[in-house]
Every structure is written in structure tokens, then in C-alpha cells.
């Protein structure tokens, strides 16, 4: 990431947070392939709104946002009062214990309703597991996580 890039990073999540009226104060580091920015407020609960969505959009909004002004798209994820950090470790343990059920049952088990971030995080946790794949299957909202073993 260019300075310039950090500085409309920076300047256009700031116009954001302003238009909504929330306080707050931010951090943004470079991971990989990946703009992290670590978003702290007395209003999180605002901020990441049901399971996430909230979250979730502003992100987009935020990416779509700096794309524009960049020509050119950003990987950018926000997280707020480790909501993420939280949920990836869940997801962690989930991703375990699938795979220890779809070895002791034998067949394959669907995780529904994960967003797409979270279908990637399993996915990365599995990719190079020698028992049991991991696939996404379906479309928009339908889609789902399948965990099955390796024939």
C-alpha cells in the first residue's frame, strides 16, 4: 500500500464515520494481499449491527469508496472491538469440529448461513487437511459450506 493509498484509505472511512455521527478512532496495516483496519469506538455495537451485517456493509461501502477513487480494488476488512478476531476463532473450533464429525459419521456435513469471509476462513483451515475437502456450493444467500471426506 502507497502512502497515497493509506491517505484516501484513511480520508474517505473518516468522511464515513463522520456522515454516520459515530466517534472513533482507527489503524490501518497492511497484511499480504489485504488492507486491516482496526476500528475502536464506544459505539461498536452500532457499528457491527446484527451478526455483522452492519459490518459487513460498511466494508463494502468503504472498499467500493476508495476503488472508485483508486481505479483499482482493495481488499479492505474492518474489525471493531475484535468482533472478527472473536469470530475467527469460532469459526476455528467449528471448522475442527466438522472435521471430526464428517470422519467419525462418514459423510459430508453442510455449514449454512456464512458469509463469504467466514466460508474462506474454513476453507484456508482445510485446504491442505489430508482427511476431509471443503467446498462452497449454491448461490447468493443459498450458498453453503460443505465439509466432506477425501475419497
Known amino acids: 500500500m502507497t502512502a497515497k493509498e493509506k491517505k484516501i484509505i484513511q480520508s474517505t472511512l473518516k468522511e464515513i464515520l463522520e456522515l454516520l455521527e459515530v466517534k472513533s ?6 497484511k499480504d494481499d489485504l488492507i486491516d483496519i482496526k476500528l475502536t469506538t464506544e459505539e461498536s455495537g452500532i457499528i ?15 472498499s467500493l469508496a ?19 478476531k472473536n469470530r475467527e476463532d469460532w469459526l476455528k473450533n467449528l471448522a475442527l469440529e466438522t472435521k471430526d464429525r464428517v470422519l ?13 469471509w467466514e466460508r474462506r476462513i474454513i476453507h484456508l483451515l482445510l485446504q491442505n487437511d489430508d482427511k ?9 444467500r443459498d450458498r453453503v459450506l460443505v465439509v466432506s471426506p477425501k475419497p
Open 25 to 30: 478512532e482507527f489503524e490501518i496495516e497492511e
Open 48 to 62: 457491527i449491527g446484527y451478526h455483522g451485517d452492519t459490518l459487513d456493509a460498511l466494508q463494502l461501502i468503504l
Open 66 to 84: 476508495v476503488a472508485k477513487k483508486l481505479d483499482k480494488f482493495l481488499r479492505i476488512s474492518i474489525d471493531v472491538g475484535d468482533y472478527k
Open 104 to 116: 467419525v459419521e462418514g459423510k459430508e456435513i453442510v455449514l449454512p448461513q456464512l458469509k463469504s
Open 132 to 140: 476431509v475437502i471443503s467446498q462452497s456450493q449454491g448461490e447468493g
